[in-house]
């Protein structure tokens, strides 16, 4: 009789508790918080321009595309000797 009584008083306290969270849900007040892009940034680069044009992104590589063929820049890392180029193909 006493773990009946235990187990329906447990029961009871998590249906209310599962009653109040749907209230709030329903009430809007659980909201997910904003969330600033600009804080996510892991890194912060310069690149020339002249370098070309943002193609791709991928393992912390960039892949800029220009004129004369690509760059796969390396973005890890700090400023001055970041970013690197780590390789240059050139069209012929």
Do not use: C
Not at 28 to 42: F, H, K, M, N, S
Not at 58 to 75: C, K
């Amino acid at each position: 009789m006493l773990a009946d009584r235990y187990v329906k008083g447990v029961l009871t306290v998590i249906a209310l508790a599962l009653v109040a969270i749907a209230a709030h849900l329903w009430q809007g007040q659980l909201r997910p918080a904003a969330v600033d892009a600009q804080t996510l940034a892991r890194y912060e680069v310069s690149i020339p321009k002249a370098w070309g044009k943002v193609v791709g992104f991928s393992n912390n590589n960039l892949l800029l595309e220009s004129g004369d063929g690509l760059r796969i820049i390396d973005v890890e890392g700090k400023e001055p000797e970041y970013p690197k180029v780590k390789v240059q193909v050139r069209w012929k």
